[in-house]
Nanobody
């Protein structure tokens, strides 16, 4: 049963921007640390960004300065703003709610050179 629903992936040229969204039920979202991971073909899943319920953020080294995570607690939604995208950002991006270990189904982001 899908609890986290991601949207916003797609194809973009290098240097472009995308915004991913992840909506969750309030029972999962409220007070939870939320995050984004990604997995490229043939590679391990890696942490992209996390955000606590009061807005403290953490980023993977490869996306610092280019990506921004935020959350709207009224809408039970977490966002990932991605800018200055590079071909190496191509991956399936997954939303996670850490308490309870809930994962979304993933959304594909493809960056063309």
């Amino acid at each position: 049963q899908v609890q986290l629903v991601e949207s916003g992936g797609g194809l973009v040229q290098a240097g472009g921007s995308l915004r991913l969204s992840c909506a969750a039920p309030g029972s999962i979202f409220s007070g939870n640390i939320m995050g984004w991971y990604r997995q490229a073909p043939g590679k391990q899943r890696e942490m992209v960004a996390t955000i606590t319920s009061d807005g403290n953020t953490n980023y993977g080294d490869s996306v610092k300065g280019r990506f921004s995570i935020s959350r709207d607690n009224a809408k039970n939604t977490v966002y990932l703003e991605m800018s200055s995208l590079k071909p190496e950002d191509t991956a399936v991006y997954y939303c996670i709610a850490f308490r309870g270990g809930y994962w979304g189904q993933g959304t594909q982001v493809t960056v063309s050179s």
